[in-house]
């Protein structure tokens, strides 16, 4: 009734107005052109036309200017096809169900994502045909920059693009007819706890899009499809993630293979220090942006990060060349990033240590992938740790600062993994993991968070932990602390002349 209604609205909308007087068509929105926080009225307009767009009947629609420069134009030579591709939807299986639903910054209810290396002009319609098995169970989508600028941290900056610019819609009929003012890469989408479906669907008169996927595109398959496309967005694919860039970029790339296998071990070693089973029931995701909803890049189902070289943001290099990563530039908030959608937020990450514990995942890429810390990041550097620990402990170690200091509170965790390893880590996750088979555990609070890790921390290294935790004053209860005293204590060595 709601979707009727909202048609309906749409259609009165566009019977009284010409494309004169929508806002959206006399505004260019762009980096150079970026439109201020301080137009709140024109910002909430802005927002109103492109749901309304997004109603209107498919003649209506046509390209708006913003649109050419971000997510940008087809070339106008570019041919519009028809392709036939093979859908085949799984929801979550059973054996992962437990640990998908502790994933709280993994995006992990968003709908599942299938691409068809597509793209869809801007303002220009396309058809799908579905089977009748696959109606009601899987929606069409075009644009992958789901980001919505009207909220979050984006709605007090100027915006450099328009601010809503995908369109989904289910597929209720076999055969649907849709259109976008601002065009995108077309994908089908299901949601994750969905009915299992497949079938073919045939998709018409969208434009090719660059598209490589490792094991099945050859290199010179890749060269001559990339060079001709017109589409302004394309994607590289490989067992643990599916990247989004921009054409210019992708025309750089000889020969995905090499630097896929690179992207395959970076996500492969987040899975294996989260303990998390392979393979994953979808492919982590990473779409590039002129403007995300918050921060330089953050986590979820895409992985957004901005990309805006007018101001001097270019972060396509280092995900279209993971060598750059290999060799340590700039690559902490990539990884960062990734580790996010690994942490299991209902067990193991307690009050403070959302932005702490992220970051086992970052120094584990480093250990086992780049082979050494050296230039992560300046504040594990040793003379900043160093500080900040001695710091800490002059002013009475305040679990209070320990929570709002993330680079502190790392430390705490540093120092253990420098004298155990991995191994006791991968341990507790996995224990974690177990309990959470129990379909009767409920959420945790805090302090089950803090007496659990630590007990099968100490359970894992045969040591009593509870003293260090206690030095730090993050509180472990009485109960634990009893618990373990059957272990030897451990303490760093060098915290002994810290704690005089």
């Known amino acids: 009734m709601k979707r009727i209604l909202t048609t309906g609205l749409a259609l009165l909308f566009f019977a ?65 096809i028809t392709r036939t591709v093979t859908l085949s939807h799984q929801p979550i299986p059973e054996h992962l169900r437990h640990i998908v639903k502790n994933l709280y910054y993994s995006g992990k209810g968003n709908p599942t994502l299938y691409s068809t290396g597509l793209y869809a002009i801007p303002g220009e319609p396309i058809t799908i045909r579905i089977p ?38 289910p597929l209720t009929k076999r055969t649907t007819e849709i259109a976008s003012p601002f065009g995108g890469l077309v994908y089908l989408s299901c949601p994750p706890m969905g009915e299992a479906c497949s079938g073919e669907v045939t998709i018409s008169g969208a434009v090719a899009a660059p598209y490589f996927k490792l094991g099945e595109t050859t290199a010179e398959q890749w060269q001559e499809e990339v060079q001709k496309s017109g589409a302004p967005w ?20 000889d020969d995905p293979e090499q630097k896929l296998r690179a992207w395959d071990l970076i996500i492969g070693a987040c899975y294996d220090l989260a303990q998390i089973p392979t393979p994953f029931f979808r492919k982590q995701r990473i779409v590039t942006d ?41 690559c902490w908030g990539f990884f960062h990033e990734i580790g996010h959608n690994m942490q299991n937020a209902a067990d193991w990450v307690f009050n403070g240590t959302t932005e702490v514990s992220v970051n086992f995942f970052t120094l584990y890429i480093f250990d086992h992938i780049l082979l050494g810390r050296e230039g992560a990041h300046p504040s594990i550097g040793m003379a900043a740790s160093l500080k900040m620990i ?33 191994e006791p880590f991968k341990a507790v996750f996995r224990r974690f993991l177990e309990d959470d088979k129990n379909p009767d555990n409920e959420r945790r609070n805090d302090q089950w968070k ?51």
């Not at 644009?143 to 601010?163: F, Q, T």
């Not at 590289?236 to 990247?243: A, D, N």
């Not at 890790?453 to 290294?461: E, I, N, P, Q, R």
């Not at 009593?464 to 209860?477: C, K």
Request: hydrophobic share 40%; net charge negative.
């Open 16 to 80: 009284s107005l010409s494309a004169q007087d929508l806002l959206i068509e006399q505004i260019t929105v762009s980096p150079t052109n970026p439109l201020s926080k301080e137009r709140t009225e024109d910002r909430a307009r802005i927002c109103e036309e492109t749901k309304m767009l997004f109603e209107a009947p498919v003649k209506k629609v046509h390209a708006v200017p913003s649109a050419a420069i971000f997510p940008g134009a087809v070339a106008p030579d570019a041919e519009q």
């Open 132 to 169: 009748d098995e696959l109606r009601d169970k899987v929606s069409i989508q075009i644009g992958i920059h789901s980001d919505r600028l009207n909220y979050w941290m984006a709605e007090k900056e100027d915006w450099r693009r328009l601010p809503i610019l995908t369109i989904s819609r």
């Open 234 to 253: 394309g994607e590289l694919e490989c067992e643990g993630v599916i990247l989004t860039l921009s054409t210019p970029t992708l025309r750089k790339i």
């Open 290 to 330: 002129a403007h995300i909803s918050g921060g330089f890049m953050h986590s979820g189902y895409p992985i957004m990060v901005s990309h805006c070289p007018e101001i001097g943001w270019d972060n396509e290099a280092p995900i279209s060349d993971p060598n750059m990563l290999v060799q340590g530039k700039g």
């Open 390 to 422: 001695q710091d800490h402990f002059k002013n009475g170690a305040p679990f209070e600062k320990w929570k709002n200091d993330p680079f502190l509170a790392l430390c705490t965790f540093r120092l253990m993994q420098t004298d155990f390893g991995w």
């Open 450 to 500: 803090i007496d659990h890790f630590v007990t099968y921390f100490s359970d894992a290294v045969q040591r009593n932990l509870a003293p260090y935790f206690g030095v730090w004053n993050i509180p472990v209860s009485e109960e634990v602390q009893k618990e373990l005293q059957k272990y030897p204590e451990w303490m760093p060595y060098h915290m002994k002349s810290i704690l005089k």
